[in-house]
């Protein structure tokens, strides 16, 4: 079993940057494919970006791509998304998410397929 317990969140003018991270506890941390989700009000959760439990492999929402960056920390058990470029329509509460694997190079991209979830951080981003 892993807890997951994301920081990072906060205002930031449109444009700018802002570094999520997911501290997770649990001795098999490497086993776990990660992801991170955003629900904004009134909308459902919906994919940010996910990675294998390698580090090698992710996957990126087309809304994102080219501006968000996942990446995870195997000896500290952290994963992060560098969020650059940011636009108001990222405004939302941005979870972490993991999905216990042993194939090297999966990933998912389904909310569904997570077990294990953080409490959220907020992201607000001003126009």
């Known amino acids: 079993q892993v807890q997951l317990a994301e920081s990072g969140g906060g205002l930031v003018q449109a444009g700018g940057s802002l570094r999520l991270s997911c501290a997770a506890s649990?001795?098999?941390?490497?086993?776990?494919?990660m992801g991170w989700f955003r629900q904004a009000p009134g909308k459902e959760r919906e994919l940010v970006a996910v990675?294998?439990?390698?580090?090698?492999?992710?996957y990126y929402a087309d809304s994102v791509k080219g501006r968000f960056t996942i990446g995870r920390d195997n000896v500290n058990n952290t994963v992060y998304l560098q969020m650059n470029s940011l636009k108001p329509e990222d405004t939302a509460v941005y979870y972490c998410?993991?999905?216990?694997?042993?194939?090297?190079?999966?990933?998912?991209?389904?909310?569904?397929?997570?077990?294990?979830w953080g409490q959220g951080t907020q992201v607000t981003v001003s126009s």
């Open positions: 998410a993991a999905r216990p694997t042993y194939d090297s190079g999966s990933y998912y991209i389904e909310i569904y397929e997570y077990d294990y």
């Open positions: 649990g001795r098999t941390f490497r086993s776990y494919a």
């Open positions: 990675i294998d439990w390698s580090g090698g492999v992710t």
